[in-house]
């Protein structure tokens, strides 16, 4: 049974940063499958961030293009989600999905002042 499992969460003021993490387990193979970041703050649809495929080509929504940066370490089954210069309308629960066909149970983002 695959199993996501995201860290890094928290509460930022504007202009700070987070660095967000995925562990997968129970899956073979982890190299082989896109993974991607989505967000979804209330109210709201859940919509993609951030995306990294197999071979490390990136994808990223317009609004956090030069702001975060989304990596991958095959060898940990880990993605990452390196977020700079945060903004308020970044607040929203992140969740981390591997091949689109599971997630993680989401981890919250907070930016105020």
């Known amino acids: 049974q695959v199993q996501l499992v995201e860290s890094g969460g928290g509460s930022v003021q504007p202009g700070g940063s987070l660095r967000l993490s995925c562990a997968a387990s129970?899956?073979?193979?982890?190299?082989?499958?896109?993974m991607a970041w989505y967000r979804q703050a209330p109210g709201k649809q859940r919509e993609l961030v951030a995306s990294?495929?197999?071979?490390?080509?990136?994808n990223y929504a317009d609004y956090v293009k030069g702001r975060f940066t989304i990596s991958r370490d095959n060898a940990k089954n880990t993605v990452f989600l390196q977020m700079n210069n945060l903004k308020p309308e970044d607040t929203a629960v992140y969740y981390c999905?591997?091949?689109?066909?599971?997630w993680g149970q989401g981890t919250q983002v907070t930016v105020s002042s």
């Open positions: 999905n591997i091949g689109g066909f599971a």
């Open positions: 129970g899956i073979k193979l982890f190299t082989i499958y896109t």
């Open positions: 990294i495929t197999s071979g490390e080509t990136t």
